[in-house]
Nanobody, 126 residues
């Protein structure tokens, strides 16, 4: 079992920055990669970014490439999502997720992840 807790969400103006955190506990040593997803009202949950625990490999959705950065602190079992130059369309509930099965970082589907956090709301005002 892996327990994930997101934090850092809030209200930010367009063009501003926000950093999300995801603290992992439990069988974290078994997890291969971590991902961030988001879900806006009335829309499906979509992939944002992913990172492997053991390598520097990262992967981003085209919509956030160049603006968002995913990183990890293995000693703290924590994954971060630095969000810069945010836009109103970035407004969503952001979820982190743990992948226990795949050996690649480019896992972009929700069913590719095994554990999920409760989410943190990000609202970008125009």
């Amino acid at each position: 079992q892996v327990h994930l807790v997101e934090s850092g969400g809030g209200l930010v103006q367009a063009g501003g920055s926000l950093r999300l955190s995801c603290a992992a506990s439990g069988r974290t040593f078994s997890s291969i990669a971590m991902g961030w997803f988001r879900q806006a009202p009335g829309k499906e949950r979509e992939f944002v970014a992913s990172i492997k625990w053991s390598e520097s490999s990262t992967y981003y959705a085209d919509s956030v490439k160049g603006r968002f950065t995913i990183s990890r602190d293995n000693a703290k079992n924590t994954v971060y999502l630095q969000m810069n130059s945010v836009k109103p369309e970035d407004t969503a509930v952001y979820y982190c997720a743990a992948d226990m099965r795949h050996t690649i970082v480019e896992v972009t589907t929700t069913w590719g992840y095994d554990y999920w956090g409760q989410g943190t709301q990000v609202t970008v005002s125009s």
